[in-house]
């Protein structure tokens, strides 16, 4: 299980060398967003009440950001619950909605969403993308994390509205400036 979670941070740009060279925040601050967001994972995976893959979670300077969808309110409450128990966490920012079941946004649909917004990020080299989280929930836009500047944050913003099939975007974007 151990390396599953060492590899998912991999995966999601933490704890490589790489991202702490160009992230905004100290390594001292990585490495403490990295452990609050690998307690959270686990404990996620490990409750038997919540689908681990729905929920996900992400940190930067404490700040927990919980993104997924429910099945049932216990699940998103528990959710949270597990967020606020691990130490370090300084505040919760949720988005967590209820499944829809006829919804015509499939897993193909948002994993599309994601790459595309990630790759209209990526080509524009007045945004630091690094700390951006993308994450599609019934093909709306989720955006998280650290940036340079606020226009930046309007740049992201509309980089995410402007990628087809996307019915909205919610940014919880900070500046560092």
């Given at each position: 299980?151990?390396?599953?979670?060492?590899?998912?941070?991999?995966?999601?740009?933490?704890?490589?060398?790489?991202?702490?060279?160009?992230?905004?925040?100290?390594?001292?601050?990585?490495?403490?967003?990295?452990?609050?967001?690998?307690?959270?994972?686990?404990?996620?995976?490990?409750?038997?009440?919540?689908?681990?893959?729905?929920?996900?979670?992400?940190?930067?300077?404490?700040?927990?950001?919980?993104?997924?969808?429910?099945?049932?309110?216990?699940?998103?409450?528990?959710?949270?619950?597990?967020?606020?128990?691990?130490?370090?966490?300084?505040?919760?920012?949720?988005?967590?909605?209820?499944?829809?079941?006829?919804?015509?946004?499939?897993?193909?649909?948002?994993?599309?969403?994601?790459?595309?917004?990630?790759?209209?990020?990526?080509?524009?080299?007045?945004?630091?993308?690094?700390?951006?989280?993308?994450?599609?929930?019934?093909?709306?836009?989720?955006?998280?994390?650290?940036?340079?500047?606020?226009?930046?944050?309007?740049?992201?913003?509309?980089?995410?509205?402007?990628?087809?099939?996307?019915r909205g975007v919610?940014?919880?974007?900070?500046?560092?400036?």
């Open positions: 299980i151990i390396p599953f979670f060492i590899f998912l941070l991999a995966v999601n740009g933490c704890g490589t060398i790489y991202s702490a060279a160009v992230d905004e925040r100290n390594v001292s601050t990585i490495a403490n967003d990295t452990s609050i967001k690998g307690a959270i994972v686990k404990k996620l995976y490990d409750d038997d009440k919540i689908k681990s893959l729905d929920i996900s979670a992400g940190c930067y300077r404490g700040h927990v950001y919980l993104v997924g969808e429910y099945d049932t309110e216990d699940q998103k409450y528990r959710a949270i619950q597990i967020a606020k128990s691990v130490e370090g966490v300084k505040n919760i920012t949720t988005y967590l909605v209820p499944k829809k079941k006829d919804d015509s946004c499939g897993t193909d649909e948002k994993l599309e969403i994601v790459g595309k917004v990630k790759a209209k990020l990526v080509g524009d080299k007045d945004i630091w993308s690094t700390n951006i989280d993308i994450k599609s929930i019934q093909c709306k836009v989720i955006l998280y994390g650290l940036v340079g500047s606020k226009k930046e944050i309007s740049k992201a913003i509309a980089h995410a509205k402007s990628v087809e099939g996307v919610k940014s919880y974007l900070e500046s560092t400036k």
